[in-house]
C-alpha cells in the first residue's frame, strides 16, 4: 500500500513539472477578424498559400547582429562598409542547420508544402490547407465579411509544439487583409 501511494505521489508531482505541449504566440489575430463580422469556420481543404513562419535569432546571435550594425557604420571599425551575403548572414544569424531541417521535417510529415528556405534561415514559406493548420498549430480559420467583402483571418492565436517556442518568431500570412494606402497628397491640408 505505501510503494503504491508512493507511486502515485510521484506521478502526481511530475505531472506538474511537466511542460505544456504547446505555447500561444501571440499578435496574429487582425483587428478586423471580430466576431460582428463571422461567417463561420472555412472548409479544411482551403488553401492558405505562402504562409511564412519565422525565426527568432539566440540571444547571442542578437547581441552579435547588433555589434555588428554598429561596427559596419563605424569608419574606424575593420568592420565599417562590410556588407554580408545571404549565406553569411544565415551561418551567423539564422537557424541551425539542424535546428531547420527539424521543423521543416516537422511540417512535411504534417503534409505541408514547402516552398522557400532562404539562405539566411530566418524563416520558411509553406502552403497548407485550414485543416492542417488546425491540427498542427491549433489554428481555426473562419471567413469574415468586412465592408462589403469576404476575407479570411485566424480566429485565435496559433499554437506552437514546445520544441519551437524558443525559436520561431510568429508566422505571416494568416490573413488576407490589404493594407489601405492613404494619399496624404489628395487631403487638404490644414494648418
Not at 59 to 77: G, I
Not at 86 to 108: H, I, K, Y
Amino acid at each position: 500500500m505505501r510503494i503504491k501511494s508512493f507511486l502515485a505521489l510521484v506521478l502526481i508531482a511530475g505531472a506538474f513539472r511537466q511542460t505544456p505541449a504547446s505555447f500561444a504566440v501571440r499578435g496574429h489575430m487582425h483587428p478586423l477578424a471580430q466576431a460582428r463580422f463571422d461567417r463561420g469556420q472555412v472548409g479544411d481543404l482551403f488553401q492558405m498559400n505562402y504562409v511564412m513562419m519565422m525565426f527568432k535569432p539566440t540571444a547571442e546571435q542578437r547581441d552579435a547582429l547588433n555589434s555588428l550594425l554598429k561596427e559596419q557604420q563605424d569608419p574606424s571599425s575593420p568592420n565599417y562598409h562590410r556588407w554580408l551575403t545571404p549565406e553569411e548572414f544565415g551561418d551567423r544569424f539564422g537557424m541551425s542547420a539542424a535546428d531547420l531541417n527539424r521543423v521543416t521535417t516537422w511540417l512535411q510529415e504534417r503534409g505541408f508544402t514547402l516552398h522557400e528556405l532562404p539562405p539566411s534561415r530566418n524563416w520558411v514559406a509553406f502552403t497548407a490547407t485550414a485543416g492542417q493548420m488546425r491540427d498542427a498549430f491549433n489554428l481555426r480559420i473562419h471567413e469574415y465579411f468586412v465592408n462589403g467583402e469576404m476575407h479570411y483571418a485566424a480566429a485565435n492565436e496559433p499554437m506552437l509544439p514546445a520544441g519551437f517556442v524558443n525559436r520561431v518568431l510568429g508566422f505571416r500570412a494568416l490573413h488576407n487583409f490589404r493594407a489601405k494606402t492613404v494619399c496624404f497628397s489628395c487631403r487638404a491640408a490644414k494648418w
